[in-house]
C-alpha cells in the first residue's frame, strides 16, 4: 500500500512539474519578447508574496492556504503604501532605489517576525497544503497569461481614459515628490485618487521595467487577481461549510467552487449578454426578421440608452474593463477590496467562538483586546488607503466593514446589546480614525469633487434593473429567506442573536456580501452624488462605483449560494433555483469571449500578437508626431513645461503630455472641469493657449511663456489643425528650434 502511494506521489509530482514546463513554455512562445517582463512581475509577486507569509499566515490562519494567494496583494499594498508614504512627507525620493529599499527591509522585518512565530512554534506556511499553493500559483499564472495575451492585440494606450491613465504613470516615473506635477495643469499636481496608477509605477520601478509595457501589464496582473483572490474565499467558504467530514468526488466540490467564483467575479457578463445577444437574436431569427447587431459596451451602457432617454447612466463589471484596457481607480481597486474582503472573512473565522468578557478580563484589558485585533487593523489601514486609490470604495467598504464588525459583535457579546452597541461604536470610531490618520498626506492636498448628495430625480426601469442585477439578487435573497426559516423552525427561543449564532459562518459571511450589494444597486434609485455631470449624467459615476463593488460581492454570493443550494440544501425546489443559477451564469461567460473577439480580434492566431507596447500606436496614428514624441522622451530629465494644444476629454489633444509625462498647461477640459471646478480659469488658460499659438504680437507671447513657465512649445499635426492662423514666425523667434522633422512640419522650440 505504502508503495502504491509513493508510486502515485512521485507520478503527481512528475505531472505537475510537465504542466509547470509547459505553461513556461506556452508563455514564452505567446508572449515573445514580452515574457521576460511578464516573468519577472510574477517572479516578483511570488518572492514578495513568500516574503509576507509570516504576516499574511497570521492573519490567514484558518484557510487551508494560510492565505498563500492573498499575501501577494497584502505585500504590494503595504510596501507600496508604505514607499508612497515617505515619499509624501518628503522623508525619501520616489526613486526605484527606494522602492526596492523598502520592500526589503519590508522583508527582514516579516523574517524577523517569523523567527518569533517559529520559536512559538506557530506555522504560517500552508506545508500541509503544497498541492494547493501549486494550483492557486498555476491558476495565477495561466489567468496572468491569459490576459496578457489577449492585451498583446489591443495594447495601445488610447482612447476612453488610457492617456489619462498613461499619462499620469509617465508623470510619476519622472517625478521623485508626490503626488506629481499634473501633466493637464501645469500649476498644480494631481488632484484625483491615482493611488492605483500609483502602485503601477511602484512595481515598474521596483522591476525596472518600462512603463510602454507595464501599462498593459498592470491590467493583466489586476485580472489575474480578480480571478485567484475569489476561488481561495470561495473554495475556502466552501469547506467550511463542508466541515472535516467531507469523502470522494466532494473533496472537489471547494476547488470546483472557487473556479466558478473566479469566472462570476472576472470573466462573467450580466445578463444583458443573455438576453440581447443570445435570446432575443434567436428570436428574431427563428422569426426571419434582420438580427440586431451586439456590441459589448452596450451591456455597460443600458439604463439610460435603450430606450433612450436623458438619465444616461454607466454599468460597467470587471471583465468589460479588462477588456477595454483603462487602468482606472476602480480597477486596479480591485485587488485591494478582494484582500479586504477575505481579511473580513478571516477575522470572521478567527472570532465567531470567543466570549470577551468584561468580568473575567477586566475592562482594560477586555477593550485592548477589542481596539487591537490585527485584523481590523489591517482592514482600516487598507480603508484609508481607499481614499487614494478610489475613494468610493472607502464609503462603501466601510459600511460592509460595519456591517461584518456588528453581526459578530451580536455574536459574539451574546446579544448584550448595551455591550454590542459600545464595542461596535468604538471600533467604527477606530477604523474611522486610523483610516484618516494614515491617509493625511493625501488628503490635505486633495480638493473633493463631490457637490453634495441630492434625491434622484429619475428611476431606472423595473425590467432594466431586473435583466441586469434580477438574477444575483434572487439567488441572494432565496438564500436569505431559505436560511433564516430553516434556522428559525429549529430555535426554541428566537432572537437575533440566537438566530445569528446558528448561522455558520461561511452563511453569514455570504448574507452580509449579499445584502450589501442589494443596497449598493438600490441607492442610485433613491440618491446619487453631485457632480458636474449633473445635467445629463446626475446618476451615471453613482451607479457606476457603486453597482461595480456590487457586481464583485454578487459574484461570489452566487457562486457559493449556488453550492448551498446544489449539495448542501435538501429541498428540491431550492436545488431547482441552484440548478437554473448555475446555467444562467455560466451562460453569461459567453460575454468574454463576444467581447474578446470585438475588442482584440483574431486571438487564436499567434502570429496577430502586436505585443505590449502602449505606444507603439503613434507610428501610425500620429506618424508627423511621433518623432518629436520620442524625442522629448529621451531628452527631457525632469518636469518642464512642454506647451501643446488644449482639447476635450476622450479627443486626440494632448498626446505630447500623455506619452510623455511633461506637464503641459492645460489638458483635457472635462477632466480638468471635475478635478478643479474652475471652469473660468479653463476658459482663460484656452484663450491664451490659443494666443501663444496665433498672436503676432512677440511681446505678448513672451509674457504668457514666462507666465505659465513654459520651457518648450511643441508644434505638431493637433497644433495645425487646431489654430488655423499658427504663426510659426513668431513661435521660433522665442529661442532654439531642438527637434524638427526631417518628413513633417512639426518642430519643438526651446525657449530660452
Known sequence: MEQSNEKKRKIQLIVKILLAAAALGVSAFLLKGDVWTFWTWWLLAAVMGFAAMPVTGSLFWRFEDKGWIFSKVLAVAATGFITWFLVSIKLVPFTGITCAAVTVICAVLCFLLLKKESKEKIECFP???????????????????????????????????????????????????????????????????????????????????????????????????????????????????????????????????????????????????VVYAQIIPLIQKLKGQEVDSYWFPDATRYIGFNPDVPDKTIHEFPCYSFVLGDLHAHVVNIMFVLLLLGLLYAWMQKVRNTTPSVEKLGAKKFWMQQLLMPHILAAAMLLGMFHWTNYWDF??????????????????????????????????????????????????????????????????????????????????????????????????????????????????????????????????????????????????????????????????????????????????????????????????????????????????????????????????????????????????????????????????????????????????????????NDVADLNAKADEIETIYTSTNAAEVQMLVEKYDISYIFVGSCEREKYADLNNEVLQSLGEIVYQDPDYETYIVKIE
Not at 495565477?140 to 489577449?150: I, K
Not at 518600462?210 to 481561495?232: D, G
Not at 443559477?581 to 502586436?610: E, H, I, M, N, R
Open 395 to 676: 464609503v462603501i467598504y466601510y459600511v460592509v466593514t460595519g456591517g461584518t464588525v456588528l453581526f459578530m459583535n451580536i455574536i459574539c457579546l451574546k446579544g448584550d446589546i448595551k455591550r454590542i452597541i459600545a464595542v461596535t461604536a468604538a471600533q467604527a470610531v477606530e477604523i474611522f480614525a486610523v483610516a484618516t490618520v494614515i491617509i493625511l498626506p493625501f488628503t490635505l492636498q486633495f480638493t473633493t469633487m463631490v457637490q453634495g448628495v441630492r434625491l434622484a430625480q429619475n428611476h431606472s426601469l423595473p425590467h432594466q434593473l431586473l435583466i441586469l442585477w434580477g438574477l444575483p439578487t434572487i439567488l441572494t435573497l432565496v438564500f436569505v429567506i431559505s436560511l433564516i426559516v430553516g434556522k428559525l423552525k429549529r430555535l426554541n427561543h428566537k432572537s437575533l442573536y440566537r438566530l445569528m449564532k446558528a448561522i455558520r459562518t461561511p452563511d453569514l459571511f455570504a448574507v452580509i456580501m449579499g445584502l450589501c450589494a442589494i443596497g449598493l444597486v438600490a441607492i442610485p434609485e433613491l440618491v446619487y452624488v453631485r457632480d458636474i455631470y449633473e445635467n445629463r449624467n446626475a446618476r451615471a459615476n453613482t451607479m457606476f462605483k457603486l453597482t461595480y463593488q456590487a457586481y464583485i460581492m454578487f459574484g461570489m454570493t452566487m457562486v457559493y449560494v449556488i453550492f448551498r443550494q446544489l449539495f448542501v440544501n435538501r429541498k428540491k425546489i431550492l436545488k431547482a433555483v441552484g440548478v437554473i443559477g448555475l446555467a444562467l451564469l455560466l451562460w453569461t461567460c459567453g460575454y468574454f469571449g463576444k467581447s474578446v473577439d470585438s475588442w482584440f480580434g483574431q486571438v487564436l492566431d499567434p502570429s496577430q500578437y502586436k505585443g505590449l507596447n502602449a505606444t507603439a500606436f503613434l507610428e501610425t496614428d500620429y506618424a508627423e508626431d511621433v518623432g518629436a514624441i520620442r524625442w522629448l522622451k529621451e531628452n527631457i530629465e525632469g518636469s518642464p513645461v512642454v506647451l501643446e494644444a488644449n482639447g476635450d476629454s476622450y479627443s486626440e489633444y494632448e498626446r505630447v503630455s500623455a506619452m510623455t509625462g511633461l506637464p503641459t498647461v492645460m489638458g483635457w477640459y472635462v477632466h480638468e472641469w471635475l478635478w478643479r
Open 127 to 273: 506545508v500541509e497544503k503544497i498541492s494547493l499553493v501549486y494550483w492557486e500559483e498555476l491558476i495565477f499564472f495561466l489567468a496572468f497569461l491569459l490576459w496578457t495575451y489577449v492585451a498583446g492585440f489591443h495594447p495601445a494606450a488610447y482612447g476612453t481614459e488610457k492617456f489619462m491613465d498613461y499619462g499620469f504613470m509617465e508623470a510619476m516615473m519622472r517625478s521623485t515628490v508626490l503626488p506629481a506635477r499634473d501633466l493637464w495643469y501645469s500649476e498644480g499636481t494631481i488632484n484625483y485618487y491615482y493611488g492605483g496608477q500609483y502602485f503601477a509605477v511602484f512595481l515598474t520601478k521596483l522591476t525596472g521595467s518600462r512603463v510602454e509595457v507595464t501599462y498593459n501589464l498592470m491590467r493583466t496582473f489586476v485580472a489575474a487577481f480578480a480571478f485567484v483572490l475569489p476561488f481561495s474565499l470561495v473554495r475556502q467558504m466552501t469547506v467550511d461549510m463542508q466541515g472535516k467530514k467531507v469523502y470522494g468526488w466532494k473533496k472537489r466540490l471547494p476547488s470546483i467552487t472557487g473556479f466558478i467564483a473566479g469566472l462570476a467575479v472576472s470573466i462573467a457578463g450580466n445578463m444583458h449578454y
